[in-house]
């Protein structure tokens, strides 16, 4: 079990998965212990993904738990593999995030173009301009066990191999799983590694999620004003930001999941969902704040 208490700082990060080297979608939010408002990190800096994986393994405040807004992994459960039919199908997730980096060599800013290319992971991809994989299933797509909880809440989760549309997350998923071989054994990632009792923590977090518990109302979980932002934040007990009226929701995503990690991780059952067996943690992982 964590002991949430000895988190000094909280971190919520916007990620992306756009081609390219700078994303103005990827904003890094900080807050500490208390009730003083999250802050943006480098809030005029455009990020690259590199500069943000360098941040997290150099310049990481103390005892900080970080929230990626990603999918840590691909569903597999559903049909016992991550990539049926193909031979190179990892068996759990840290062979799927070294998997991806190798194909994915030659790709640089850590993006995952080859990946989504490749012949045989494309496959089970829905891609742009209406390709879609012959092994996609209809519909919805393919679900973790993990999206099955946020369903249950009420949530609208999409799946990590749609890589399509507004709401996917499946290109800053692959993009985010190159980082995370990198983080991998240098810092604990929740929950496919024990947690050690001191130090930072990752692990993945849904920011639809961090709005819905903070009382902004479904549908309207992307926040383009400061206004709105701070009645978020004062649902989650936490001080406002500095009222500059409009604000990008990249921005808000990352300030109020910075503060929605200060209060959800001093809740026991949250590291402890009902589904998340030491299979499920090592194989798919979990978004944290999914029962």
């Known amino acids: 079990m964590v002991d949430a208490p000895r988190f000094r700082h909280f971190a919520g990060i916007d990620?992306?998965?756009?081609?390219?080297?700078?994303?103005?979608?990827?904003?890094?939010?900080l807050c500490t212990n208390g009730n003083s408002a999250p802050a943006l990190v480098r809030p005029k800096h455009i990020w690259s993904r590199a500069e943000v994986l360098d941040w997290i393994m150099h310049d990481l405040p103390p005892d900080t738990l970080v929230g990626l807004d990603l999918g840590t992994a691909l569903p597999f459960f559903d049909r016992s593999g991550y990539f049926p039919e193909w031979t190179q199908s990892p068996p759990d997730a840290r062979a799927l995030w070294a998997l991806v980096d190798r194909i994915c060599a030659g790709d640089p800013h850590l993006s995952a173009t080859s990946f989504v290319d490749h012949p045989d992971a494309s496959r089970h991809f829905r891609r742009h301009g209406g390709r879609v994989g012959d092994l996609f299933p209809p519909g919805r797509g393919r679900w973790r066990l993990a999206e099955h909880a946020q369903a249950a809440l009420g949530l609208s989760p999409v799946s990590n191999l749609n890589l399509v549309g507004a709401a996917q997350v499946g290109k800053s998923s692959l993009t985010g799983m190159r980082m995370l071989h990198r983080l991998s054994g240098a810092i604990p990632i929740w929950p496919f590694d024990r947690d050690p009792g001191h130090g930072s923590v990752v692990l993945e977090i849904y920011t639809t999620l961090a709005a819905r518990e903070a009382g902004v109302r479904a549908g309207r979980s992307k926040l383009r004003d400061t206004a709105a932002l701070n009645d978020a934040l004062a649902g989650l007990g936490s001080e406002p930001v500095p009222d500059d009226g409009t604000i990008d929701d990249h921005s808000s995503d990352a300030l109020l999941s910075a503060a929605w990690l200060r209060v959800a991780a001093a809740r026991p059952e949250l590291w402890h969902p009902s589904a998340l067996t030491p299979e499920v943690a090592r194989i798919e992982g979990w978004t944290f704040g999914a029962p």
């Open 15 to 29: 990620w992306s998965g756009a081609v390219g080297e700078r994303q103005k979608g990827i904003r890094v939010a």
